[in-house]
């Protein structure tokens, strides 16, 4: 199921606004932001062929991670269509940059160093890059679509409203390139959660099918994306002391700034401790996690679910379609915060600080 395909049918102003678009001189970045199911993938679909069909390269930067067409989701990705096509989910993406959640609200600093690095490759070759929002548009969204538009300057914004709810966002992006606003298509249709999260099972099912178990050892690769690993390895003392005190099984831990132990729980009794000298992690936290295979260049090879992680042997098992010759590639395993399965079930989100 996808929720946006390409359609001629729609508001004269995107005939309007694919001509002015078209008559500008390239290369052009043209980003296109809208609050939840406004209409963006639809429009960008639409602007794309068309532009395609004037003879024009396009990019897509899809950048949507919470309801993303190219694959791999919880990643930023670059493609680009080599003809007409009805759906961002038909497209391979060559490029991409790892979130490593579907709920980016705490990552705005990835998401828009993200956009920014893959327009920059984009620019390399095409004429007009489309990129695709969250329809994350208020508070932190809103913050977040600045720093994108900050860093990108993109030559055009489309805003997608139904009532000029976007003032506030169109005057805050204005400093930074052109805005436009488009009316949302009476067309335009709500998913409802459930449906939304259906959505992204498939994705993630189309993603994992035909996925092996890796092993990656942890001596060969960085640990990115999380305070585990970071500061010296407890001692055995330590080690002994936070066990007999709250009654864990610590099964890894390191001295930073503070304690940082990965533990499991044996006995189950109040415990108080000061939180900003230790940081306990439940090691079931773990499983099922998302985790990026980065490259040497910062770039996300694919993503993987960490199945099993052992800390005194320093390695892990992951879950993941990377063909094995391209895993060789990683010079960093990078920690998401959405915990899935290959069926395409999402267990659960995890706060930033909370790994
Ligand atoms: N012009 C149109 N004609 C027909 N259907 C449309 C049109 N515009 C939007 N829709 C429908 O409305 C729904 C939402 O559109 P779309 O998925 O493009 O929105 P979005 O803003 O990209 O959503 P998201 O919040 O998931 O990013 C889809 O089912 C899409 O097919």
Redesign the pocket.
């Known amino acids: 199921m996808n929720?946006?395909?390409y359609?001629l049918?729609?508001?004269e102003d995107r005939f309007d606004l694919l001509d002015n678009l078209s008559s500008r001189p390239g290369p052009l970045k043209v980003m296109l932001v809208?609050?939840?199911?406004?209409?963006?993938?639809?429009?960008l679909t639409f602007l794309a062929n068309g532009l395609i069909e004037r003879g024009l390269r396009v990019a897509v930067v899809d950048s949507?991670v919470?309801?993303k067409g190219i694959l791999p989701p919880a990643t930023i990705s670059l493609a680009f269509p080599e003809g007409s096509f009805s759906s961002p989910s038909e497209l391979t993406g060559v490029a991409h940059y790892f979130i490593g959640t579907t709920s980016p609200g705490q990552y705005a600093g990835e998401m828009a160093v993200g956009v920014k690095r893959l327009v920059d490759i984009a620019l390399e070759s095409a004429d007009v890059v489309l990129i695709?929002t969250?329809?994350f548009v208020e508070g932190p969204g809103a913050e977040m679509k600045r720093l994108k538009a900050e860093l990108v300057r993109p030559d055009v914004t489309v805003f997608?409203e139904r009532d000029n709810e976007l003032e506030g966002l169109r005057k805050l992006l204005s400093p930074y390139g052109d805005v436009v606003s488009i009316r949302v298509?009476p067309?335009?249709?709500e998913?409802s959660r459930e449906q939304?999260r259906e959505v992204r099972r498939e994705k993630w099912r189309a993603y994992f099918s035909g996925s092996a178990l890796v092993e990656v050892d942890l001596e060969n690769v960085s640990i990115g994306g999380t305070s585990l690993f970071q500061g010296r390895p407890l001692t055995d003392e330590e080690v002994e002391l936070l066990s007999s005190l709250f009654g864990w099984l610590v099964l890894a831990g390191w001295r930073g700034r503070r304690y940082t132990v990965v533990k499991s729980d044996v006995q189950s009794f109040p415990r108080g401790y000061d939180r900003f000298a230790l940081h306990a992690i439940d090691f079931e936290r773990l499983s099922n996690l998302l985790v990026g295979f980065i490259d040497g260049n910062g770039l996300c090879l694919g993503v993987g679910i960490l199945k099993w992680i052992s800390f005194s042997a320093k390695k892990a098992q992951v879950l993941t379609p990377i063909p094995p010759e391209e895993i060789g590639r990683a010079v960093e395993l990078r920690f998401g915060r959405i915990r899935v399965l290959e069926t395409g079930e999402e267990l659960g989100l995890l706060r930033r600080e909370e790994l």
Do not use: E, I, N
């Not at 809208?34 to 429009?43: A, F, H, N, V, W």
């Open positions: 929720k946006a395909a359609t049918d729609v508001p809208g609050g939840t199911d406004s209409g963006k993938t639809t429009l949507d919470g309801q695709d969250t329809g997608l298509s067309k335009a249709r998913h939304r």
